[in-house]
């Protein structure tokens, strides 16, 4: 690819609110704005690549258009751009590590890589991360393990927006759980599951913001604890599962594990412990926790392979109900998908958040040639 062919933008041609710019033009500029925020060079690549990562899966809750979150809370002195991972213990097959507030788009891969490291020459290993910052998409930290032939999971604690069932107020993060374990040799994509325990991420409610769309009913609550559909009166989220005769207990379950893993296990804050989305001027103070094992510790990864292909095989071969919008899809299908358009085609941005990163850029001083 040319230098010109980069820096051009392509108009999506289904959806005209959005522009399509190429990985490398975007990567090179997220990279820069991190640098101009005061990211040592070496660093702002990585935390520039998590966020690319989402939006060329389509997660774009989770992408540039979190950029000028972590802009805000950087220049607020509520991170520290030069903190490192220390180790607090350590077991055969075991960390426990501290960010000291550091930059989670940078010590969260790092810390994945250690847990991996470790993986290979035990067999499974088991990270916790504590005083740390939100680490993006939790899903890159699992495919991670995936790329490099192990098993892996990541979980992470979050601002509380999540309403506990019975509940009126928000006492939980989203806690997003992500699994990932590979489908073959090298280039084979990985099977990639990530998901908040929340009904959505409050990203989603950011995009319906910026796009002037009333919200499905059962997302999210207002100020007095009832179901809204109003993107802009939303203040709160339900569970996964919604309210309590739709399962939303389950929803609110799966948080509580993710808290407990990433907060008391991980020497970290939990619930309203926890700063960070709504702009509270205190360190987040949250937890990671990440999991990968060897496949050739349990069974032989090529019949491993086998056996995973054809069960999400047999989950795309199930017939559709009737007025389904599309074929039975396995998990992490779509954003396969959006990777493969993404990679040709250019990755996706929407209108407004491309107008809110060339705010950014004039406020750094930062030429903006991504539109």
């Known amino acids: 690819m040319t230098a010109q062919e ?23 500029w997220t990279t820069r704005a991190f640098v101009a925020l005061g990211t040592p060079p070496a660093q702002a690549g990585r935390a520039a690549e998590i966020l690319v990562i989402a939006d060329e899966r389509g997660v774009e809750s989770h992408g540039l258009a979190r950029l000028p979150y972590y802009a805000g809370r950087i220049r607020a002195g509520l991170i520290d751009l030069n903190a490192a991972l220390t180790v607090e213990r350590e077991g055969p097959a075991t960390l426990a590590l501290a960010a000291h507030n550091g930059l989670g788009l940078v010590l969260a891969p790092e810390a994945m890589e250690r ?40 979980m992470t604690s979050a601002t509380p927006l999540v309403v506990p ?20 040799p090298d280039g084979a994509a990985p099977l990639v599951i990530d998901l908040a325990t929340s009904t959505v991420a409050w990203g989603k409610i950011e995009i319906a913001r910026r796009a002037g769309h009333a919200i499905p009913l059962g997302w999210a609550l207002d100020e007095a604890g009832a179901p809204t559909t109003d993107p802009f009166a939303a203040q709160w989220l339900t569970p996964l ?19 407990v893993l990433c907060g008391p296990l991980a020497a970290a804050a939990w619930g309203a412990g926890i700063g960070g989305i709504r702009g509270e001027s205190r360190p987040a103070d949250l937890g990671h926790w990440f999991l990968a094992w060897r496949i050739d510790a349990f069974r032989d990864p090529d019949a491993f392979y086998a056996d995973v292909t054809a069960l999400l095989a047999e989950l795309r071969a199930v017939p559709p109900a009737p007025g389904a919008p599309c074929s039975v899809l396995a998990p992490g299908d ?20 491309v107008a809110e990163l060339r705010v950014l850029a004039d406020s750094l001083g930062l030429p903006f040639d991504l539109a």
Do not use: W
């Not at 069932?165 to 073959?184: D, H, M």
């Not at 309210?243 to 379950?253: F, I, L, P, Q």
């Not at 396969?336 to 990679?343: D, P």
């Open 6 to 28: 980069t820096s051009t933008i392509a108009t999506d041609s289904h959806e005209t609110d959005r522009v399509r710019v190429p990985r490398a033009a975007l990567l090179d």
């Open 165 to 184: 069932t019975f509940g009126s107020q928000p006492a939980l993060g989203t806690n997003p759980i992500a699994f990932a374990v590979p489908t073959g």
């Open 115 to 154: 847990t991996i490291a470790k993986a290979r020459d035990i067999g499974l290993c088991m990270t916790t991360v504590g005083g740390a910052n939100h680490f993006g998409i939790a899903g890159a930290y699992a495919a991670m393990a995936a790329r490099a032939g192990l098993g892996g999971m990541a």
């Open 241 to 259: 599962g919604g309210d309590r005769e739709t399962c939303g207990h389950k929803g609110y379950s799966l948080a509580v594990i993710v808290d």
């Open 334 to 353: 779509p954003e396969i998908a959006a990777e493969r358009e993404s990679r040709i085609h250019g990755v996706s941005l929407a209108a407004p958040v």
